[in-house]
T-cell receptor, first 118, second 113 residues
């Protein structure tokens, strides 16, 4: 299993450009999430999905769109990049919480995408 | 909204000694999950330990253990026999049943030889 994969690893954008950060998981997890990590801060939840066709907003959703057409993929779209979106982006996945299952709700993280918006 | 507070931005410990990292959280939920994640310079997020709120017994994983005080909304991490490889950022995290997860700002731990 590859786990959670993210592409690209690093991207430079100009203000106003659009792009999609890709995230895929091969663990058949129902839940997927996107976070951003800014210097000196913890991860902040952008959007998350509890299954194909279902998405919800997290703590800092503005400026980002998501969709979940398959269980495996959860792309994050920046429609018009701004310098404030310069950050490291992490995708994560987890399975449904099952009572007694030791790892049922643990989130597995991808390696991150560094985004620089000029 | 749930909030997670880590009051120690930086800590250091001598190799082989014990260190405790603090975490408090605020929530009105009754069922939730708490985690400690480690982030080395590679930026990879690595799960250290997890605790279900409905369990009274404190979780342990080898040299890592937690002190979970539900009434006080406190979730500290104890690292025993600290090793150089434990040097990293440590994040406390809270997760609701719907997998909405919130992180603290982190504690930078340095293990000194």
């Amino acid at each position: 299993n590859a786990g959670v994969t993210q592409t690209p690893k690093f991207q430079v954008l100009k203000t106003g450009q659009s792009m999609t950060l890709q995230c895929a998981q091969d663990m058949n997890h129902e839940y997927m999430s996107w976070y951003r990590q800014d210097p000196g801060m913890g991860l902040r939840l952008i959007h998350y999905s509890v299954g194909a066709g279902i998405t919800d907003q997290g703590e800092v959703p503005n400026g980002y769109n998501v969709s979940r057409s398959t269980t495996e993929d959860f792309p994050l779209r920046l429609l018009s990049a701004a310098p404030s979106q310069t950050s490291v982006y992490f995708c994560a996945s987890s399975s449904k919480i099952a009572a007694g299952e030791p790892r049922g709700e643990t989130q597995y993280f991808g390696p991150g995408t560094r985004l620089l918006v000029l | 909204a749930q909030t997670v507070t880590q009051s120690q931005p930086e800590m250091s410990v001598q190799e082989a000694e014990t260190v405790t990292l603090s975490c408090t959280y605020d929530t009105s939920e009754s069922n939730y999950y708490l985690f400690w994640y480690k982030q080395p310079p590679s930026r990879q997020m690595i799960l250290v330990i997890r605790q279900e709120a409905y369990k009274q017994q404190n979780a342990t994983e080898n040299r890592f253990s937690v002190n979970f005080q539900k009434a006080a909304k406190s979730f500290s991490l104890k690292i025993s026999d600290s090793q150089l490889g434990d040097t990293a950022m440590y994040f406390c995290a809270f997760m609701k049943q719907d997998h909405d997860m919130r992180f603290g700002a982190g504690t930078r731990l340095t293990v000194k030889p």
